[in-house]
């Protein structure tokens, strides 16, 4: 007979945690609502803020963990500045503690690796080391930057402890591609109706407007950034197309499909379109052994035509800088593309001020104190070499680079049956491509917002190549059981002729 426990655990004892959590939910929910409603009459934005934030927090707290992260990657490209840093920072850190705490108390499972450790423990060490070169008047913007990336490693682990299945895979890209649907409409109405862009301020939509015409920035506020992004969601989308069986469902990818794409040829941005062409192609070699090409060729010519019609409505009827008209411009200065040969030699000279160590976790930009203009280097290598040295430029590439290699192999390993699971490993094999290719022309940690959507992508990639080589382990050890017992079989039959 057990014994009776007393005191406060007493109280609660014998009762579950469910309805514990959904008493807590309610009770919340009503002092949410008797606040709000008092708002409503006299509102005032900083309690409607707190409020929200606490109901944010609570429901962080209750909710599984899975539908926490999935909210946490959903906002991820509209992040709102506060005085502590933007809220995707907040939430980053909230949702990670709240894991710690969960999984301390057993309701989470016990923490995995990524095999990616000890250059990632190099690189925020390298971080740390390089605010000995911080000015007093950029310290305040090197505290931020470096926030942000221990946010982004935070977001890095959440993914990876999430996705244990293949269901966790299309779960988390699930999450992602619904996040992409809500960019994608802000950004059509950005392109189609841009006076009424302006009335969504609180996005911080922001495209680029010059001589050659506008290009779509969206809730990025960075064209080149925001061409990125979608060069990364076409193969997904065109992966979801191939692998779905059911022909419905096929008509949902596809409207998503011609529209990123139509967005791409209206951030008239040269790299990613280039790196797009360059993911795909080996996209198409790594899965050239369990691609139906009677099923993907329909889907390239489908793509082609949108892509052809978009660029004649675009040309007709906004104004949109020409795509094509940028790449027959292209000129090659001191084998370096013209608009990327000056910004890369003035970064290169500011990294040989102190290429050991670098000068912080911070990028200036605008006009310095020597009255030199002073511009992003547009170079992932450039970039962090200014802040972390040359040494810390070569390290941060280690992290991406082993998780192509097990990509790669994943792939290779995978790659032998026509499933919405072999697809997808293949395919965010080449969304990595995609992104190596287009960051020698530009920085994803320019911004909050792509810098923790990346270390999502680069999770999801990890996690999914593990998950793989696994199941292709098992798969490997069944087999050679089943032919050493075919073998001892045939051994005992012939010993007993």
């Known amino acids: 007979m057990r014994r009776a426990k007393s005191g406060i655990t007493g109280l609660f004892y014998g009762i579950r945690p469910e309805l514990i959590a959904a008493v807590a939910a309610l009770l919340v929910a009503a002092i949410v609502g008797y606040v709000l409603a008092g708002q409503i009459i006299a509102p005032k934005p900083r309690v409607i803020k707190a409020i929200m934030g606490l109901s944010v927090l ?7 963990n899975r539908y926490a992260i999935a909210f946490l990657l959903f906002v991820i490209p509209f992040p709102q500045n506060t005085t502590i840093g933007s809220t995707t920072v907040i939430f980053a850190y909230i ?5 710690l705490v969960k999984m301390a108390l057993g309701y989470e499972r016990r923490p995995v690796l990524s095999g990616l450790e ?3 423990i190099i690189i925020v060490l390298l971080y740390i080391l390089s605010f000995v070169k911080v000015l007093p ?5 090197a505290i931020a930057s470096f926030r942000t990336l221990i946010s982004s490693l935070l977001i890095f682990y959440l993914v990876l402890n999430l996705i244990r299945t293949k269901k966790d ?3 988390v890209l699930n999450a992602l591609i619904a996040s992409f649907a809500v960019v994608a409409f802000v950004a059509m109405i950005e392109l189609w109706a841009p006076g009424y862009a302006k009335h969504l301020g609180f996005l911080h939509i922001k495209g680029g407007t010059g001589m050659e015409g506008v290009r779509l920035g969206s809730v990025f506020g960075d064209y080149e950034m925001f061409a990125e992004y979608l060069a990364i969601f076409i193969p997904i989308l065109l992966v979801r197309i191939v692998s779905e069986k059911i022909f419905l469902r096929q008509i949902i990818w596809f409207p998503l499909m011609a529209g990123a794409i139509m967005l791409l040829i209206g951030t008239a941005t040269r790299g990613a379109f280039l790196s797009l062409i360059v993911g795909m192609i080996y996209l198409t070699w790594i899965s050239r052994r369990i691609l139906n090409f009677q099923k993907f060729l329909p889907v390239i010519i489908i793509a ?3 892509f052809y019609i978009s660029s004649i409505l675009l040309s007709q009827f906004t104004d949109s800088a020409s795509l094509f008209a940028r790449l027959g411009k292209t000129k090659i200065v001191g084998g370096m593309p013209d608009t990327r040969a000056r910004v890369w030699a003035e970064s290169w000279e500011l990294v040989k001020e102190s290429p050991w160590i670098g000068h912080g976790p911070w990028y200036p930009t605008g006009v310095d104190e020597r009255n030199v203009r002073q511009s992003f280097p547009h170079n992932l290598f450039l970039f962090t070499a200014y802040c972390i040295g040359v040494p810390g430029a070569v390290i941060f590439l280690v992290p991406f680079i082993m998780a192509l290699r097990r990509s790669y192999l994943a792939a290779k390993r995978f790659a032998v049956e026509r499933s919405e699971f072999a697809f997808t490993v293949v395919i965010l094999s080449s969304t990595l491509v995609i992104f190596l290719v287009d960051e020698i022309k530009i920085c ?9 959507f990346t270390w999502t992508m680069l999770a999801l990639l990890t996690a999914s190549s593990r998950i793989a080589i696994q199941i292709a382990d098992e798969r490997d050890r069944a087999r050679s ?5 075919a073998i001892e079989e045939g051994n005992g039959a012939s010993d007993h002729e």
């Open 481 to 485: 059981v089943a032919r050493m017992k």
């Open 58 to 64: 609570v429901a962080a707290f209750i909710l599984p």
């Open 95 to 99: 949702i990670f503690s709240f894991w």
């Open 169 to 171: 895979i299309q779960f």
């Open 444 to 452: 994803f940690l320019r911004y909050d917002q792509t810098q923790h």
């Open 137 to 141: 008047e950029h310290e305040r913007y």
């Open 304 to 306: 082609a035509v949108a």
């Open 118 to 120: 000890w250059p990632l």
